[in-house]
């Protein structure tokens, strides 16, 4: 697509629940990036997928937190049993790797609420 | 792990007055991005500067890169209303992971 696209925009849960966010990347970007942006705050990496190799999860906060990405293409962040300390927005972006040197392209974001 | 802290964290102008958010590392940095992030929006990609003391600008916007590649600024001649937002820089880690600095949040009065 034109840009990436994260869905839902929005998503309120209780505690304890489990939620799913999705990415779209741009076609044709190799590398995706899942990043948490708390009210105010700067970004705080979770997770980064390049092509087909194994996926650096250093970032990811606890083992409620984990990512998947199908097909080289779509990616999947899922919380289980969120808690309200997992309120914030979630922010996946992509890039192409030519050159090594390119910019992110974010989304717009999902808004995740715990109450 | 690579980190950038960002300075100021916050300023407010009137317009018309300039406007410099700085970047430090204490180690060498490969390259540094600059994004900005519009009040309610997401981080867009700027810019990016790769050499010793490379100066890149766009319009009213100018980036540079320190000699030892440990430092950058951007400096916004003359803001307007339009430049309110939080300006991040982010350095490369390995791989192709960015870290990102904490960001200047610039408000223009005007």
């Known amino acids: 697509g034109a840009g990436v696209s994260q869905s839902p925009s929005n998503k309120v849960t209780e505690k304890g629940k489990d939620v799913e966010l999705r990415c779209d990347p741009i076609?044709?970007?190799?590398?995706l990036y899942w990043y948490r942006q708390s009210l105010g705050q700067g970004l705080e990496f979770l997770i980064y997928f390049q092509g087909n190799s194994a996926p650096d999860k250093s970032g990811l906060p606890s083992d409620r937190f984990s990512a998947e990405r199908t097909g080289g293409s779509v990616s999947t962040l899922t919380i289980q049993r969120t808690q309200q300390e997992d309120s914030a927005v979630y922010l996946c972006?992509?890039?192409?790797?030519?050159?090594?040197?390119?910019?992110?392209?974010f989304g717009s974001g999902t808004r995740l609420t715990v109450v | 792990g690579q980190q950038v802290m960002q300075i100021p964290q916050y300023q407010h102008v009137q317009e018309g007055e300039d406007f410099t958010t700085y970047c430090n590392s204490s180690t060498t940095l490969s390259n540094i991005q600059w994004y900005k992030q519009r009040p309610g929006g997401h981080p867009v990609f700027l810019i990016q500067?790769?050499?010793?003391?490379e100066v890149k600008k766009q319009k009213r916007l100018t980036f540079q890169f320190g000699e030892a590649k440990k430092n950058s600024s951007l400096h916004i001649t003359a803001t307007q209303t339009t430049d309110v937002g939080t300006y991040f820089c982010?350095?490369?880690?390995?791989?192709?992971?960015?870290?990102f600095g904490a960001g200047t949040i610039l408000r223009v009065k005007s």
């Open positions: 982010a350095a490369m880690e390995y791989g192709n992971k960015l870290v």
């Open positions: 500067l790769v050499k010793s003391g």
């Open positions: 972006a992509s890039s192409s790797l030519v050159g090594r040197r390119a910019g992110y392209t």
């Open positions: 076609s044709g970007h190799t590398a």
